[in-house]
Protein backbone atom coordinates (compact mmCIF):
# COMPACT_ATOMS: atom_id res chain seq x y z
CA UNK A 1 0.00 0.00 0.00
CA UNK A 2 1.07 3.41 -0.70
CA UNK A 3 1.26 6.14 2.10
CA UNK A 4 -1.82 6.32 4.22
CA UNK A 5 -2.99 9.40 6.78
CA UNK A 6 -5.83 8.92 9.37
CA UNK A 7 -6.85 11.54 11.68
CA UNK A 8 -8.79 11.40 14.96
CA UNK A 9 -10.41 14.78 16.32
CA UNK A 10 -12.54 15.92 18.65
CA UNK A 11 -11.91 17.28 22.12
CA UNK A 12 -9.27 16.50 24.70
CA UNK A 13 -10.35 14.01 27.27
CA UNK A 14 -12.56 12.07 24.40
CA UNK A 15 -9.34 9.05 24.00
CA UNK A 16 -8.34 10.29 20.36
CA UNK A 17 -4.85 9.62 21.40
CA UNK A 18 -5.41 6.14 22.64
CA UNK A 19 -7.03 5.49 19.65
CA UNK A 20 -5.07 6.53 17.15
CA UNK A 21 -1.90 4.51 19.38
CA UNK A 22 -4.04 1.35 18.69
CA UNK A 23 -4.88 1.68 15.41
CA UNK A 24 -0.60 2.22 14.74
CA UNK A 25 0.72 -0.45 17.18
CA UNK A 26 -2.51 -2.99 14.74
CA UNK A 27 -0.21 -1.75 11.55
CA UNK A 28 3.03 -1.84 13.29
CA UNK A 29 3.18 -4.73 15.33
CA UNK A 30 -0.02 -6.87 14.48
CA UNK A 31 0.74 -6.04 10.61
CA UNK A 32 3.63 -5.60 10.22
CA UNK A 33 3.77 -2.39 8.12
CA UNK A 34 5.44 0.64 9.21
CA UNK A 35 3.47 2.85 11.46
CA UNK A 36 3.97 6.63 12.84
CA UNK A 37 1.58 8.13 15.77
CA UNK A 38 1.66 11.48 16.47
CA UNK A 39 -0.79 14.18 18.21
CA UNK A 40 -1.14 17.57 18.89
CA UNK A 41 -3.24 18.81 21.87
CA UNK A 42 -3.58 21.96 23.82
CA UNK A 43 -2.47 22.84 27.58
CA UNK A 44 -5.50 21.81 28.93
CA UNK A 45 -6.80 18.30 30.55
CA UNK A 46 -9.80 18.14 29.24
CA UNK A 47 -11.42 19.91 26.19
CA UNK A 48 -9.88 22.01 23.62
CA UNK A 49 -9.68 20.59 20.21
CA UNK A 50 -7.35 17.66 20.15
CA UNK A 51 -6.18 15.53 17.43
CA UNK A 52 -4.14 12.12 16.80
CA UNK A 53 -2.53 11.27 13.69
CA UNK A 54 -1.38 7.87 12.16
CA UNK A 55 0.79 7.61 9.14
CA UNK A 56 1.10 3.90 7.53
CA UNK A 57 2.76 2.78 4.72
CA UNK A 58 5.06 -0.45 3.44
CA UNK A 59 8.57 2.00 4.21
CA UNK A 60 9.42 3.46 6.23
CA UNK A 61 7.74 6.75 7.08
CA UNK A 62 9.46 9.66 6.90
CA UNK A 63 7.43 13.11 7.48
CA UNK A 64 5.47 11.93 10.56
CA UNK A 65 3.02 14.27 10.29
CA UNK A 66 -0.09 14.64 7.75
CA UNK A 67 0.20 15.89 4.54
CA UNK A 68 -3.38 15.37 2.72
CA UNK A 69 -5.52 13.01 5.10
CA UNK A 70 -7.57 9.79 3.73
CA UNK A 71 -9.25 9.45 6.55
CA UNK A 72 -10.50 11.86 9.20
CA UNK A 73 -12.66 11.13 12.45
CA UNK A 74 -14.54 14.28 13.81
CA UNK A 75 -15.89 13.61 17.10
CA UNK A 76 -16.72 17.60 17.67
CA UNK A 77 -17.76 20.43 15.60
CA UNK A 78 -14.93 22.61 16.26
CA UNK A 79 -12.66 19.71 15.47
CA UNK A 80 -14.40 19.12 12.63
CA UNK A 81 -14.25 22.66 11.62
CA UNK A 82 -10.19 22.98 12.30
CA UNK A 83 -9.57 19.79 10.73
CA UNK A 84 -11.24 18.86 7.42
CA UNK A 85 -9.50 21.19 5.83
CA UNK A 86 -6.70 19.28 4.32
CA UNK A 87 -9.19 15.71 3.92
CA UNK A 88 -8.46 14.23 0.14
CA UNK A 89 -11.10 14.61 -2.44
CA UNK A 90 -10.91 10.71 -2.40
CA UNK A 91 -11.02 10.56 1.32
CA UNK A 92 -13.89 9.52 4.35
CA UNK A 93 -15.25 11.78 6.84
CA UNK A 94 -16.56 9.66 9.37
CA UNK A 95 -18.55 11.98 12.06
CA UNK A 96 -20.44 11.86 15.29
CA UNK A 97 -24.31 12.90 13.82
CA UNK A 98 -24.95 14.23 17.39
CA UNK A 99 -22.54 16.55 17.30
CA UNK A 100 -21.48 17.54 14.36
CA UNK A 101 -24.53 18.85 12.54
CA UNK A 102 -22.59 21.15 10.10
CA UNK A 103 -20.76 18.87 7.81
CA UNK A 104 -17.69 20.32 5.56
CA UNK A 105 -17.78 20.98 1.70
CA UNK A 106 -16.17 18.37 -0.24
CA UNK A 107 -16.30 15.71 -2.49
CA UNK A 108 -14.77 13.11 0.00
CA UNK A 109 -17.46 10.65 1.48
CA UNK A 110 -19.32 11.37 4.36
CA UNK A 111 -20.01 8.52 7.04
CA UNK A 112 -21.88 9.40 10.14
CA UNK A 113 -23.66 7.65 13.28
CA UNK A 114 -24.51 8.52 16.43
CA UNK A 115 -20.76 7.36 18.11
CA UNK A 116 -20.99 8.53 21.77
CA UNK A 117 -24.38 7.62 21.84
CA UNK A 118 -23.63 4.16 20.73
CA UNK A 119 -21.09 4.12 23.43
CA UNK A 120 -23.46 5.36 26.19
CA UNK A 121 -26.36 3.77 25.93
CA UNK A 122 -26.32 0.66 23.38
CA UNK A 123 -22.65 -0.49 24.68
CA UNK A 124 -23.09 0.55 28.05
CA UNK A 125 -20.10 2.90 28.78
CA UNK A 126 -19.32 6.78 27.37
CA UNK A 127 -15.56 6.28 28.14
CA UNK A 128 -15.59 3.41 24.91
CA UNK A 129 -16.82 6.17 22.40
CA UNK A 130 -12.69 6.06 20.92
CA UNK A 131 -13.01 2.15 20.48
CA UNK A 132 -16.89 2.45 18.89
CA UNK A 133 -14.94 5.35 16.78
CA UNK A 134 -11.64 3.22 15.99
CA UNK A 135 -14.11 0.47 14.88
CA UNK A 136 -16.01 2.38 12.49
CA UNK A 137 -12.14 3.98 10.74
CA UNK A 138 -11.37 0.36 10.54
CA UNK A 139 -14.32 -1.21 8.99
CA UNK A 140 -14.35 2.33 6.47
CA UNK A 141 -10.81 2.20 5.72
CA UNK A 142 -9.54 -0.91 5.91
CA UNK A 143 -6.25 -0.03 6.72
CA UNK A 144 -5.76 -2.72 8.81
CA UNK A 145 -8.37 -6.43 9.16
CA UNK A 146 -10.49 -6.27 11.77
CA UNK A 147 -8.63 -9.07 13.40
CA UNK A 148 -5.58 -7.33 14.10
CA UNK A 149 -7.92 -4.30 14.53
CA UNK A 150 -9.39 -6.49 17.59
CA UNK A 151 -6.28 -8.04 18.75
CA UNK A 152 -4.39 -4.35 19.41
CA UNK A 153 -7.28 -2.89 21.36
CA UNK A 154 -7.47 -6.27 23.82
CA UNK A 155 -3.87 -6.07 24.27
CA UNK A 156 -3.84 -2.24 25.41
CA UNK A 157 -6.60 -1.92 27.40
CA UNK A 158 -7.28 -3.76 31.25
CA UNK A 159 -8.35 -7.00 31.75
CA UNK A 160 -11.53 -5.66 33.23
CA UNK A 161 -12.92 -4.09 30.18
CA UNK A 162 -11.70 -6.67 28.05
CA UNK A 163 -15.65 -7.28 27.28
CA UNK A 164 -16.57 -4.14 27.29
CA UNK A 165 -14.05 -2.96 24.53
CA UNK A 166 -14.39 -6.24 22.63
CA UNK A 167 -18.12 -5.08 22.29
CA UNK A 168 -17.36 -1.31 22.00
CA UNK A 169 -15.24 -2.59 18.93
CA UNK A 170 -17.29 -4.55 17.07
CA UNK A 171 -20.64 -2.00 17.07
CA UNK A 172 -18.25 0.61 15.34
CA UNK A 173 -17.33 -1.46 12.78
CA UNK A 174 -20.56 -3.06 12.31
CA UNK A 175 -22.53 0.70 12.65
CA UNK A 176 -20.29 1.83 10.38
CA UNK A 177 -20.48 -0.76 7.52
CA UNK A 178 -24.25 -0.20 8.06
CA UNK A 179 -23.67 3.58 7.70
CA UNK A 180 -21.72 3.51 4.55
CA UNK A 181 -24.13 1.78 2.28
CA UNK B 1 15.33 -15.90 19.38
CA UNK B 2 13.20 -12.36 17.87
CA UNK B 3 14.17 -9.38 19.62
CA UNK B 4 12.09 -7.70 21.94
CA UNK B 5 9.65 -4.96 20.01
CA UNK B 6 7.42 -1.65 21.41
CA UNK B 7 5.38 0.62 19.91
CA UNK B 8 7.07 3.83 22.02
CA UNK B 9 7.44 7.41 22.44
CA UNK B 10 10.78 9.24 21.89
CA UNK B 11 10.58 9.75 25.50
CA UNK B 12 9.64 6.24 27.03
CA UNK B 13 12.55 5.26 24.29
CA UNK B 14 15.12 7.66 26.01
CA UNK B 15 14.13 6.12 29.48
CA UNK B 16 14.73 2.59 28.39
CA UNK B 17 17.91 3.51 26.03
CA UNK B 18 19.44 5.06 29.73
CA UNK B 19 18.75 1.67 31.12
CA UNK B 20 20.45 0.12 28.53
CA UNK B 21 23.75 2.18 29.29
CA UNK B 22 23.27 1.28 33.34
CA UNK B 23 21.84 4.51 34.37
CA UNK B 24 21.53 4.05 38.28
CA UNK B 25 20.09 7.60 39.06
CA UNK B 26 17.74 9.83 37.74
CA UNK B 27 16.98 12.87 39.27
CA UNK B 28 14.38 15.44 38.02
CA UNK B 29 11.33 17.80 37.83
CA UNK B 30 8.59 16.38 35.71
CA UNK B 31 7.37 19.29 32.80
CA UNK B 32 5.36 18.80 29.95
CA UNK B 33 6.44 17.74 27.34
CA UNK B 34 9.43 15.27 28.73
CA UNK B 35 7.62 13.97 31.72
CA UNK B 36 7.31 10.39 30.36
CA UNK B 37 11.37 9.96 31.26
CA UNK B 38 10.41 10.55 34.64
CA UNK B 39 6.99 8.50 34.56
CA UNK B 40 9.15 5.20 32.93
CA UNK B 41 12.40 5.37 35.42
CA UNK B 42 10.35 5.89 38.44
CA UNK B 43 9.04 2.34 37.97
CA UNK B 44 11.81 1.28 36.15
CA UNK B 45 14.82 2.59 38.33
CA UNK B 46 13.91 0.87 41.30
CA UNK B 47 13.80 -2.90 39.80
CA UNK B 48 17.44 -2.58 39.05
CA UNK B 49 18.87 -1.13 41.88
CA UNK B 50 18.69 2.45 40.92
CA UNK B 51 17.25 5.32 42.72
CA UNK B 52 14.47 8.09 41.69
CA UNK B 53 14.12 11.34 42.96
CA UNK B 54 11.52 13.98 41.86
CA UNK B 55 13.51 17.42 43.33
CA UNK B 56 11.92 20.66 44.40
CA UNK B 57 12.56 21.98 41.87
CA UNK B 58 14.84 21.49 38.22
CA UNK B 59 17.99 23.41 40.07
CA UNK B 60 17.94 21.29 42.43
CA UNK B 61 17.70 18.13 40.22
CA UNK B 62 20.68 18.97 38.82
CA UNK B 63 22.60 19.55 41.56
CA UNK B 64 21.39 16.31 42.89
CA UNK B 65 22.25 14.56 39.22
CA UNK B 66 25.83 16.02 39.67
CA UNK B 67 26.10 14.12 42.97
CA UNK B 68 24.80 11.07 41.91
CA UNK B 69 27.45 11.04 39.17
CA UNK B 70 30.42 11.95 41.80
CA UNK B 71 28.88 8.95 43.36
CA UNK B 72 29.71 6.79 40.76
CA UNK B 73 26.65 6.27 38.95
CA UNK B 74 25.20 6.96 35.47
CA UNK B 75 22.91 9.51 35.91
CA UNK B 76 20.37 11.20 34.04
CA UNK B 77 17.76 14.46 34.23
CA UNK B 78 14.95 14.95 32.05
CA UNK B 79 13.37 18.35 31.38
CA UNK B 80 12.31 21.15 29.01
CA UNK B 81 11.96 24.85 28.18
CA UNK B 82 12.30 26.73 31.78
CA UNK B 83 14.12 23.97 33.45
CA UNK B 84 17.02 23.84 30.90
CA UNK B 85 17.47 27.31 31.64
CA UNK B 86 16.92 27.06 35.69
CA UNK B 87 20.10 24.20 35.61
CA UNK B 88 22.09 25.86 33.46
CA UNK B 89 24.29 27.01 36.37
CA UNK B 90 24.75 23.65 37.42
CA UNK B 91 25.61 22.66 33.98
CA UNK B 92 28.22 24.83 34.58
CA UNK B 93 29.32 23.28 37.80
CA UNK B 94 29.55 20.00 35.77
CA UNK B 95 31.73 20.84 33.26
CA UNK B 96 34.53 22.46 34.97
CA UNK B 97 34.50 20.35 37.81
CA UNK B 98 34.10 17.99 34.45
CA UNK B 99 31.48 15.54 35.78
CA UNK B 100 29.50 13.12 33.81
CA UNK B 101 26.00 13.56 33.39
CA UNK B 102 23.52 13.33 30.90
CA UNK B 103 20.65 16.20 29.92
CA UNK B 104 17.85 15.10 28.29
CA UNK B 105 16.05 18.34 26.93
CA UNK B 106 12.73 18.05 25.29
CA UNK B 107 12.78 21.58 23.21
CA UNK B 108 9.14 22.95 23.31
CA UNK B 109 8.21 26.35 22.13
CA UNK B 110 9.55 29.80 24.37
CA UNK B 111 10.97 31.74 25.90
CA UNK B 112 9.87 31.15 28.94
CA UNK B 113 6.59 29.45 29.50
CA UNK B 114 6.22 29.55 25.67
CA UNK B 115 3.86 27.03 24.00
CA UNK B 116 4.56 23.91 26.22
CA UNK B 117 3.08 21.46 23.90
CA UNK B 118 4.15 22.77 20.90
CA UNK B 119 7.27 21.40 19.00
CA UNK B 120 10.30 23.26 18.35
CA UNK B 121 13.96 23.58 18.18
CA UNK B 122 15.02 26.37 19.94
CA UNK B 123 16.69 25.31 22.82
CA UNK B 124 20.49 24.94 20.09
CA UNK B 125 22.01 27.39 20.97
CA UNK B 126 20.84 27.38 25.13
CA UNK B 127 22.23 23.92 25.57
CA UNK B 128 25.92 25.46 23.44
CA UNK B 129 25.90 28.50 25.82
CA UNK B 130 23.10 28.73 28.06
CA UNK B 131 25.74 28.55 31.32
CA UNK B 132 28.34 31.13 31.08
CA UNK B 133 31.85 30.71 30.71
CA UNK B 134 34.34 29.18 28.01
CA UNK B 135 33.10 25.36 27.74
CA UNK B 136 32.56 22.75 25.30
CA UNK B 137 29.53 21.33 24.89
CA UNK B 138 28.16 17.82 23.55
CA UNK B 139 24.85 18.06 22.04
CA UNK B 140 23.08 15.28 20.33
CA UNK B 141 19.82 15.14 17.90
CA UNK B 142 17.62 12.08 17.29
CA UNK B 143 15.15 11.80 14.39
CA UNK B 144 13.12 8.49 15.51
CA UNK B 145 12.22 6.91 18.64
CA UNK B 146 14.84 3.95 17.81
CA UNK B 147 17.75 6.74 17.57
CA UNK B 148 16.66 8.22 20.62
CA UNK B 149 17.16 5.35 22.11
CA UNK B 150 20.10 4.70 20.67
CA UNK B 151 21.62 8.25 20.98
CA UNK B 152 20.61 8.18 24.79
CA UNK B 153 23.44 5.28 25.37
CA UNK B 154 25.97 7.05 23.48
CA UNK B 155 25.38 10.28 25.11
CA UNK B 156 25.85 8.63 28.37
CA UNK B 157 29.05 6.93 26.69
CA UNK B 158 30.44 10.11 25.69
CA UNK B 159 29.57 11.81 29.13
CA UNK B 160 31.69 9.18 30.83
CA UNK B 161 34.40 8.96 28.76
CA UNK B 162 35.02 12.72 28.32
CA UNK B 163 33.51 13.64 31.66
CA UNK B 164 31.41 15.78 30.97
CA UNK B 165 27.48 16.98 31.13
CA UNK B 166 26.01 15.82 27.46
CA UNK B 167 23.06 17.36 26.36
CA UNK B 168 20.56 14.94 24.40
CA UNK B 169 18.05 17.47 22.33
CA UNK B 170 14.78 15.51 20.61
CA UNK B 171 11.69 17.96 19.61
CA UNK B 172 8.90 17.32 20.91
CA UNK B 173 7.36 15.91 17.92
CA UNK B 174 10.22 13.30 17.97
CA UNK B 175 9.38 12.66 22.40
CA UNK B 176 5.95 12.41 22.00
CA UNK B 177 5.69 10.16 18.39
CA UNK B 178 5.10 6.70 18.59
CA UNK B 179 6.93 3.97 16.38
CA UNK B 180 8.08 0.57 16.90
CA UNK B 181 11.44 -0.07 18.64
CA UNK B 182 13.42 -2.79 19.04
CA UNK B 183 15.15 -3.14 22.71
CA UNK B 184 19.12 -3.70 22.21
CA UNK B 185 20.20 -7.13 22.99
CA UNK B 186 23.27 -6.60 25.66
CA UNK B 187 26.31 -6.41 23.42
CA UNK B 188 24.70 -5.41 20.54
CA UNK B 189 25.62 -1.80 21.44
CA UNK B 190 28.82 0.00 23.07
CA UNK B 191 28.80 0.84 26.93
CA UNK B 192 31.49 2.93 27.74
CA UNK B 193 32.03 3.29 31.90
CA UNK B 194 34.25 5.98 33.44
CA UNK B 195 37.98 5.65 33.57
CA UNK B 196 38.49 5.02 37.43
CA UNK B 197 41.78 5.51 39.74
CA UNK B 198 44.49 2.65 39.30
CA UNK B 199 46.69 4.95 41.94
CA UNK B 200 46.31 4.26 45.68
CA UNK B 201 43.94 6.80 47.24
CA UNK B 202 46.57 8.17 49.20
CA UNK B 203 48.08 9.65 45.62
CA UNK B 204 45.00 10.13 43.55
CA UNK B 205 44.32 13.74 41.92
CA UNK B 206 41.14 14.18 40.27
CA UNK B 207 42.30 16.59 38.29
CA UNK B 208 45.99 14.96 37.12
CA UNK B 209 46.63 15.19 33.96
CA UNK B 210 49.43 12.89 33.81
CA UNK B 211 46.83 10.02 32.82
CA UNK B 212 45.67 12.57 30.14
CA UNK B 213 42.91 15.04 28.89
CA UNK B 214 40.68 13.16 30.83
CA UNK B 215 41.68 12.28 34.40
CA UNK B 216 39.89 9.34 35.96
CA UNK B 217 37.38 10.03 38.74
CA UNK B 218 36.86 8.22 41.57
CA UNK B 219 33.55 7.63 42.91
CA UNK B 220 32.88 9.17 46.27
CA UNK B 221 32.66 6.62 48.90
CA UNK B 222 34.76 4.29 47.19
CA UNK B 223 37.31 4.99 49.74
CA UNK B 224 39.09 7.72 48.00
CA UNK B 225 39.15 11.77 49.30
CA UNK B 226 39.03 14.47 47.09
CA UNK B 227 37.83 18.21 46.64
CA UNK B 228 35.43 19.45 44.47
CA UNK B 229 34.47 22.92 43.62
CA UNK B 230 33.40 25.54 40.70
CA UNK B 231 36.18 27.30 41.42
CA UNK B 232 39.30 26.92 38.68
CA UNK B 233 41.49 24.28 40.30
CA UNK B 234 44.47 22.86 40.65
CA UNK B 235 45.32 18.99 40.12
CA UNK B 236 44.20 17.91 43.52
CA UNK B 237 40.46 19.45 43.19
CA UNK B 238 41.32 22.51 45.40
CA UNK B 239 40.70 25.92 44.45
CA UNK B 240 43.54 28.36 42.45
CA UNK B 241 44.29 31.58 40.88
CA UNK B 242 47.55 30.76 39.48
CA UNK B 243 47.44 31.81 35.83
CA UNK B 244 49.22 28.98 34.18
CA UNK B 245 46.72 26.36 35.96
CA UNK B 246 43.59 28.49 35.28
CA UNK B 247 44.45 28.71 31.55
CA UNK B 248 45.89 25.25 30.82
CA UNK B 249 42.57 23.84 32.79
CA UNK B 250 40.29 25.67 30.80
CA UNK B 251 42.02 24.95 27.31
CA UNK B 252 42.24 21.65 28.74
CA UNK B 253 38.39 20.84 29.24
CA UNK B 254 37.78 22.36 25.72
CA UNK B 255 40.57 20.44 24.01
CA UNK B 256 38.64 17.10 25.41
CA UNK B 257 36.16 17.49 22.31
CA UNK B 258 38.00 19.49 19.94
CA UNK B 259 40.73 16.83 20.11
CA UNK B 260 37.92 14.37 18.75
CA UNK B 261 36.03 15.93 17.18
CA UNK B 262 35.93 13.17 13.92
CA UNK B 263 34.92 10.60 16.59
CA UNK B 264 32.24 12.95 18.19
CA UNK B 265 30.50 14.50 15.29
CA UNK B 266 27.87 12.24 13.34
CA UNK B 267 26.02 12.78 10.81
CA UNK B 268 23.88 11.57 7.71
CA UNK B 269 24.37 12.11 3.84
CA UNK B 270 21.01 11.70 1.90
CA UNK B 271 21.73 11.92 -2.22
CA UNK B 272 24.29 14.35 -1.89
CA UNK B 273 26.95 12.58 -4.44
CA UNK B 274 25.40 15.34 -7.18
CA UNK B 275 23.65 17.52 -5.15
CA UNK B 276 23.45 21.40 -6.25
CA UNK B 277 20.36 21.85 -3.21
CA UNK B 278 21.27 20.58 0.35
CA UNK B 279 18.64 20.77 3.05
CA UNK B 280 20.80 20.94 6.64
CA UNK B 281 17.63 19.98 8.68
CA UNK B 282 17.88 18.11 12.20
CA UNK B 283 15.09 16.34 14.58
CA UNK B 284 12.19 15.92 13.33
CA UNK B 285 12.69 18.19 10.72
CA UNK B 286 14.92 15.91 8.88
CA UNK B 287 11.94 13.41 8.21
CA UNK B 288 10.44 16.29 6.58
CA UNK B 289 13.47 17.08 4.67
CA UNK B 290 13.62 13.30 3.56
CA UNK B 291 10.59 13.64 2.15
CA UNK B 292 10.90 16.74 0.13
CA UNK B 293 14.48 15.27 -0.73
CA UNK B 294 12.91 12.40 -2.32
CA UNK B 295 10.02 14.64 -4.15
CA UNK B 296 12.18 16.77 -5.80
CA UNK B 297 14.58 14.13 -6.70
CA UNK B 298 11.40 12.37 -8.87
CA UNK B 299 10.80 16.04 -10.40
CA UNK B 300 14.53 15.53 -11.34
CA UNK B 301 15.84 18.55 -8.75
CA UNK B 302 18.75 17.75 -7.63
CA UNK B 303 19.04 18.10 -4.08
CA UNK B 304 19.94 16.29 -1.13
CA UNK B 305 19.97 16.60 3.18
CA UNK B 306 22.69 16.54 5.02
CA UNK B 307 21.51 15.82 8.56
CA UNK B 308 22.82 16.50 11.71
CA UNK B 309 22.96 13.98 14.53
CA UNK B 310 25.86 15.90 16.69
CA UNK B 311 24.62 19.61 16.20
CA UNK B 312 27.21 20.44 19.08
CA UNK B 313 30.24 20.18 18.01
CA UNK B 314 28.94 21.51 15.33
CA UNK B 315 30.41 19.75 12.14
CA UNK B 316 31.87 22.67 10.53
CA UNK B 317 34.15 20.42 8.16
CA UNK B 318 31.06 19.05 6.87
CA UNK B 319 29.39 22.51 6.14
CA UNK B 320 32.94 23.56 4.87
CA UNK B 321 33.18 21.49 2.28
CA UNK B 322 29.66 21.17 1.14
CA UNK B 323 29.71 24.98 0.70
CA UNK B 324 32.56 24.09 -2.31
CA UNK B 325 30.21 21.82 -3.72
CA UNK B 326 26.57 23.50 -3.58
CA UNK B 327 24.63 26.17 -4.99
CA UNK B 328 22.81 26.61 -1.77
CA UNK B 329 21.85 25.38 1.47
CA UNK B 330 17.77 25.25 2.68
CA UNK B 331 18.19 25.17 6.83
CA UNK B 332 14.70 24.68 8.08
CA UNK B 333 13.71 24.78 11.60
CA UNK B 334 11.71 24.99 14.65
CA UNK B 335 13.40 28.41 15.34
CA UNK B 336 14.07 31.76 13.89
CA UNK B 337 17.24 30.79 12.62
CA UNK B 338 20.15 29.53 15.00
CA UNK B 339 21.45 26.53 12.54
CA UNK B 340 21.57 28.85 9.92
CA UNK B 341 24.14 31.41 11.96
CA UNK B 342 26.48 28.09 12.17
CA UNK B 343 25.99 27.50 8.14
CA UNK B 344 26.87 31.10 7.28
CA UNK B 345 30.07 30.87 9.69
CA UNK B 346 30.70 27.59 7.86
CA UNK B 347 29.85 28.63 4.53
CA UNK B 348 31.61 32.05 4.30
CA UNK B 349 29.75 33.35 1.62
CA UNK B 350 30.46 30.56 -0.46
CA UNK B 351 26.90 29.18 -1.04
CA UNK B 352 23.72 30.56 -0.83
CA UNK B 353 21.48 30.14 2.57
CA UNK B 354 17.48 29.68 2.92
CA UNK B 355 16.11 29.07 5.81
CA UNK B 356 12.85 28.28 6.96
CA UNK B 357 11.63 29.08 10.20
CA UNK B 358 8.24 28.46 12.35
CA UNK B 359 7.82 28.80 15.87
CA UNK B 360 4.03 28.94 15.45
CA UNK B 361 4.20 25.56 17.13
CA UNK B 362 3.47 23.62 13.83
CA UNK B 363 5.84 21.41 12.22
CA UNK B 364 7.72 22.73 9.15
CA UNK B 365 6.04 20.50 5.95
CA UNK B 366 7.61 19.07 2.93
CA UNK B 367 5.32 21.43 0.57
CA UNK B 368 7.32 24.62 2.24
CA UNK B 369 10.99 23.24 1.60
CA UNK B 370 10.09 21.79 -1.85
CA UNK B 371 8.70 25.62 -2.35
CA UNK B 372 11.83 27.43 -1.09
CA UNK B 373 14.11 24.66 -3.53
CA UNK B 374 12.49 27.35 -6.17
CA UNK B 375 14.09 30.00 -4.70
CA UNK B 376 18.14 28.61 -5.31
CA UNK B 377 20.13 30.17 -7.78
Known amino acids: MARYELRFSGAGGQGLITAGIILAEAASIHEGKQAVQSQSYGPEARGGASKSEVIIDDVPVDYPKATKVDALLALTQEACDKYSADLKDSGVLLYDTDLVTKLPEGGFKKVGFNIINTAKNEVGREIVANIVALGAMIALTGVVSRENGLKAVLSRVPEAFLELNEKAYAAGFEKATAAAK | ?377
Open chain 2, 1 to 377: MSKKVGFLQGNEAAAHGALYAGCKFFAGYPITPSTEVSEVLSIELPKVGGKFIQMEDEIGAMAALLGGALAGQKALTSTSGPGLSLKQELIGYGCIAEIPCVVYNVMRGGPSTGMPTGPSQSDVMCARWGTHGDHATIALMPASVQETYDMIVRAFNLAEKYRMPVHVLPDEIVAHMRERIEFREPGELEVIDRATPTVPPAEYKPYDTKFGDVPPLAAFGSGYKFHVTGLNKLPDGFPTTKAEYVQAEEERQIRKVTANIDEIVEFEEFKLEDAEICVVAYGSTSRSARYAVNEAREKGIKAGMFRIKTFWPFPDKQIKALAEKVKGFIVPEMNLGMCSLEIERCAQGKAQILGINRVDGEPINPEQILEKMKEVK
